[in-house]
């Protein structure tokens, strides 16, 4: 069982930079792949990015490529989306999820998910 919790939303302007950060419970957080996704009012929940236990694979969305990076700290149970340039396309909930195994960048491959941190880029 893994339990995850979102951190560093806010409200920016365009251009603007923030990280968030998700924080996982249990001994073996470190065995999971994880991901975050975002929605926007009215849309389907996508894919932003992708990290696989060790950071050596990193899979983005074509929408973020070159503005976000995702990390991870094992030792502090936590993954880190570090988003660049942002745009007010990038206006969303943003949620981590976590799976054992290799990342994914299919929602439904994720067992775990937290609640969400509201990112909002004005114009």
């Known amino acids: 069982q893994v339990q995850l919790v979102e951190s560093g939303g806010g409200l920016v302007q365009a251009g603007d930079s923030l990280r968030l950060s998700c924080a996982g419970s249990?001994?073996?957080?470190?065995?999971?792949?994880m991901g975050w996704f975002r929605q926007a009012p009215g849309k389907e929940r996508e894919f932003v990015a992708a990290i696989n236990w060790s950071g050596g694979r990193t899979p983005y969305a074509y929408s973020v490529k070159g503005r976000f990076t995702i990390s991870r700290d094992n030792a502090k149970n936590t993954v880190y989306l570090q988003m660049n340039s942002l745009k007010p396309e990038d206006t969303a909930v943003y949620y981590c999820?976590?799976?054992?195994?290799?990342?994914?960048?299919?929602?439904?491959?994720?067992?775990?998910w937290g609640q969400g941190t509201q990112v909002t880029v004005s114009s």
């Open positions: 249990g001994r073996t957080f470190s065995s999971y792949a």
């Open positions: 999820a976590a799976r054992p195994g290799g990342g994914s960048t299919m929602t439904h491959d994720y067992d775990y």
